[in-house]
Each structure stands twice: as C-alpha cells, then as structure tokens.
C-alpha cells in the first residue's frame, strides 16, 4: 500500500518554478539565436539571386567572383545594419526613459532634423557629393541640435516636457529650411532625396570604420545609464530620494541618445520607427526596468532592421525597396496600434 507523502515534503521535493530573471535571459539567449538566422538571411538573400555555394565561396574564399563581390557588398550592409539597428534601438529606449514618454523616438528631439540639415547644407554650399562627406556633416549635424535642444531645454533645470518642445520646435524650423533648399536647389534634391528615405545600399567598409568608434562608446555609455534611468522614470522626486544625480543622468542620457542616432543617421540616413517599436514592445514583456530593455534593443533592434532590408530587397526584385520605406509601412500601424492601447489604458 502506497503512503501519501505529507504536503509539506511534496513542497520540498517540487521543482521550483524558474525566476523571472531566469525567463529574461533565457529570453536573450532566444534573442541571440534570432539575430543570428536573421544575420545568415541577410548575407544569403538579396536582389540577386545566389546559390548557397555562391555565399559560402564568398566568405571564405576570395577570388574576385561576381558571387564574391556580391556576398562581400552584403556583408558590409549586414555589418552597417547591425551598427544601426543597435544605435537606433538603444537611443530610442533611452530617450522614452528621459522624457518619460513611450512613444518617443530619436526624432523627437530634432537629432535627424539636424542630421538631414546638415547634410543639404554640405550638398549645397560645400559641394559635398561622397557618402564619406555625408556622415561627417550629418554627425555634427545632430550633435549640434542635441546641444541647442539641451540648452533650450533648460540645461541643468531641463525637463522632459521642456527637451520635447525644444525637439519639436527645432525640428520644424530644420525641417522648413530642408524643404526650401531642395526646392531651390535640383543638384541637392536628386542627391537627397536617396539619403532621406533611409538606406543600407552604400555600405562600405570606410563608412563601417567612421561610425564604428561613436556606436561603441554611445552603446557603452547608455547601457551605464540603466540604473539612474530607472530613478529617473520614477519622477524627479523619487529619483532625489534615491540619490540620483538629475542633471548629470540627463546630460549623460541627451549625449548617449546624440551620439548613437547621429551616428545611425549619419550612415543610413533617417530611419523611422525602429528606435520607437523595440524599446516599446520590449517593455510589454521584461517591464520597465532598463537594465533589461537596452540589452534587449541593442540585440532585437536589428533583427527588426536587417529583417526590413531582407523583405525591401525580396519584395521588389530585381531592384530594392529601401530598408527606410519598409520599417515605415511596419511602423505606420505598429504605432497606430500602440497609441489606441496607450489611449485606451488612460480611459
């Protein structure tokens, strides 16, 4: 006959159930694995079709093919999308921690206004024509709007209300001055109107090389930022209480956010959407702890990137559909959608 063991030993003999932080890494690890298929994707489909012997003698055997130098154009655009999607995904995260604002995105604060001024000014004035010149102009570009949105903003008393509407006045100013130089101007809206849809086309190597340095320490500096970004969200009060440095988190977090969209916008010109979806979804399922959100937009941001460049190039053979048209026609009801659930939790 069989003894019933008592509830107190079938508790102990239980297996426990795993920890959320178990899930969240587990949830990670699954992550990796995604952005890696989605990395072999991008190399191995394209506009042009080629054999899996193709890319697999484009990787690891260099002898000037057509395949070979189709695969090494491609691994170069992985690698750039790679940079992007990270930098995007990060600064967006970053931004709806410091203005407090979930649907906020690098546009907001007028960084890819700034980007886009300063590069119809270069084409125009400069008579800047490589993409090399592009991504010099368009970083400092958007630095120097990061700045002035600080400044407006109220530097060491800013606010997020006050950086938003700094952001939102400057973009518009920006974004009237744009339209009315390529207006005037045809050399510089034929060469523009490339940029601004938002690319991965002309990746190269030099152009990896130049935004490489500001991704790493953009990537370096947010990721450190987790912690006081979480005080920061809890309202100014809290955050005191919890000895966060207010003036110093935002400084630093405005910088992150500056640097690592300047230097996405700079190569890939201005891609909607990206830096606002991940960090947003991303939020549904770890919570608003920071220290989980940036890991997860570094690693999904491009996933969600390289996979819109593989769908532009699929979609529209033997030419492209650029990767910035197709994160917005994803993006446009992604949004419409957060923003009727954000609408509808407020009622």
């Not at 490339?194 to 190597?205: M, R, Y």
């Not at 690693?299 to 650029?322: F, K, N, T, W």
Request: charged letters at 10%; hydrophobic letters at 55%.
């Amino acid at each position: 006959m069989l003894v019933d063991s008592p509830p107190e030993q079938r508790a102990e003999t239980a297996p426990a159930p795993p920890t959320r932080r178990a899930i969240r890494v587990l949830g990670l690890l699954v992550s990796v694995v995604l952005l890696l298929l989605v990395v072999v994707a991008s190399i191995a489909i394209g506009a042009k079709g080629l054999s899996m012997e193709q890319v697999w003698h484009g990787l690891f055997e260099d002898s000037g093919t057509y395949g070979d130098v189709v695969v090494a154009d491609r691994v170069s655009r992985t690698v750039l999308g790679l940079l992007a999607g990270a930098a995007l995904g990060l600064s967006g995260a970053v931004l709806q921690a410091l203005t407090r604002n979930p649907l906020a995105d690098p546009g907001l604060l007028g960084i890819n206004a700034g980007a886009s001024a300063a590069v119809v000014t270069a084409i125009t004035f400069f008579g800047v024509t490589s993409l090399n010149g592009y991504v010099w102009f368009a970083f400092v570009g958007a630095a120097a709007v990061g700045a002035l949105v600080w400044f407006l903003g109220g530097s060491r008393g800013a606010t997020p209300v006050r950086l938003a509407l700094a952001g939102t006045a400057i973009s518009a100013a920006l974004y009237g001055y744009l339209q009315a130089v390529m207006i005037t101007d045809d050399a510089a809206l034929n060469k523009m109107r490339f940029w601004t849809v938002g690319s991965l086309a002309s990746a190269d190597n030099s152009t990896i090389m130049q935004v490489l340095p500001f991704v790493a320490v953009g990537t370096v500096l947010a990721l450190a930022l987790a912690r006081p970004l979480n005080a920061v969200e809890m309202g100014d009060d809290t955050a005191k209480a919890l000895g966060a440095n207010l003036n110093r988190t935002r400084a630093l977090a405005m910088l992150a956010a500056t640097v690592l969209s300047g230097a996405a916008t700079a190569a890939c010109g201005p891609i909607v959407f990206v830096g606002l979806m991940v960090p947003h979804i991303v939020r549904s399922f770890t919570g608003p702890d920071l220290r989980w959100i940036l890991p997860y937009a570094t690693i999904l941001s491009p996933v969600l990137l390289l996979a819109s460049d593989v769908i532009g190039r699929v979609v529209a053979r033997p030419a492209e559909l650029q990767v910035g048209i197709v994160t917005a026609l994803i993006g446009g009801p992604v949004f419409i959608i957060l923003v009727r659930r954000r609408r509808t939790a407020q009622l």
